[in-house]
């Protein structure tokens, strides 16, 4: 009997060894995820909670979808050449970079689609961010990101002419985060974005891996004008920025500092829109900070109202006047940040208790 189990654990041993053997071409996946990639952002802005259904609302993913099928927001992970060995320029043709080409196992060629309307996120030139990719599966290699040259036209299908030729940042087999096969579960690095950017961009991620041919693509719609990391354009709204985890104290929370007032804005043409982001998290409470953009006109006494989603309470305000009442909170500027000027923003910021909130529930900006 001993030496039946004996057998039977060698056979299992065997068998799984085979399974893990990298047989098929899409046995490694992943997407980038700050910033995020068109298929990340896509499926998020479709995935139902409820049911499992993909259900694109804005209306580049829903176009995509319907050229490429919603297999290719279930499969967000899998922008890939099996064949790829890392190469760049001329391997994938014009028009084709953002589907890694026709010759993948599933068809992207829908996030090829010129168009202005792609989720986004909005950064500021120059700054420090954490680079976040995600690690359906774990393998090691290298991740180069390339930014679009001055001039960018989103109105053109992307071509290898549009980016510079060398990756403004570059890391090899950086450090992990969570397990692989979940949507969390990603490699980080701290990089700095390219100096003198400004408007609609195109960054480009690249992961070659070293362990076999197989290389991902990955097209990130961004836009520089002073945001911290906020994405809009999902779900019809606006989702946070990544939280950086670090020391509960608020930063510089006396500073007064309209952020950038000349800058493009994502708002409306007219009134005022409202990008909510965690900027530390720990134990008991966190820091945000909100952006409140102006259209094409200038804004003036401004209010911003959201609802917590799961028992939050705002503890302080700074640049700004907030109010609680439950879980709805209100905020209304100071005297010297009230006016917000055409295609602009300010900030403010505050500290909150309980579990750090990714995202909260009914965020709107209205003027009087």
């Known amino acids: 009997m001993k030496l039946i189990r004996m057998a039977v654990v060698a056979l299992f041993a065997a068998t799984a060894g085979i399974l893990a053997l990298p047989t098929s071409p899409a046995q490694a996946h992943g997407a980038i995820q700050v910033p995020g990639s068109r298929t990340w952002f896509c499926y998020q802005d479709g995935r139902n909670p409820q049911s499992g259904a993909i259900e694109p609302k804005n209306a580049a993913c829903a176009a995509a ?44 060629t829908g996030f090829n689609l010129a168009r202005t309307d792609w989720p986004t996120t909005h950064l500021t030139a120059g700054a420090s961010v954490q680079f976040k990719y995600n690690n359906w599966a774990k393998h090691p290699g290298t991740f180069s990101l390339y930014i679009t040259k001055d001039g960018y036209n989103p109105n053109k299908p992307l071509a290898w002419g549009d980016l510079e030729p060398t990756p403004f940042d570059q890391v090899t087999n950086p450090a992990a985060n969570g397990g692989p096969g979940t949507d969390d579960g990603h490699y ?11 408007g609609k961009h195109l960054i480009y991620s690249v992961w070659s891996r070293s362990d076999s041919q197989e290389t991902f693509y990955g097209c990130s719609d961004v836009v520089f004008d002073g945001g911290n990391g906020e994405v809009t354009g999902i779900g019809g709204g606006t989702t946070p920025s990544p939280s950086n985890p670090g020391s509960p104290s608020p930063s510089n929370p006396g500073s007064p500092s ?12 007219g009134g005022c829109t409202a990008m909510y982001s965690i900027v530390s998290a720990w134990t008991g409470g966190f820091q945000g900070e909100i952006m409140v953009h102006a259209g094409t006109t200038p804004v003036s006494n401004w209010k911003i109202n959201w609802t917590w989603p799961g028992g939050q309470q705002l503890a302080q305000v700074w640049s700004a006047k907030g109010s609680s009442s439950g879980s709805l909170v209100s905020v209304t500027p100071e005297g010297w940040n009230a006016t917000v000027p055409a295609n602009g923003h300010v900030t403010f910021g505050f500290l ?13 900006c209205t003027t009087a």
């Open 65 to 108: 979808v319907a050229a490429s099928g919603v297999t290719s927001l279930y499969n967000w992970f899998a922008v890939l050449r099996s064949d790829g060995a890392g190469r760049v320029n001329g391997f994938l043709p014009d028009g084709q970079l953002c589907s890694g080409g026709t010759g993948g196992p599933y068809n992207f």
């Open 258 to 269: 309209p952020s950038n007032p000349g800058s493009p804005s994502p708002g409306t043409p």
């Open 188 to 198: 980080y690095w701290t990089g700095r974005l390219p100096a003198n950017k400004t």
């Open 352 to 364: 909150a208790s309980g579990t750090s909130a990714p995202t909260v529930q009914n965020l709107a």
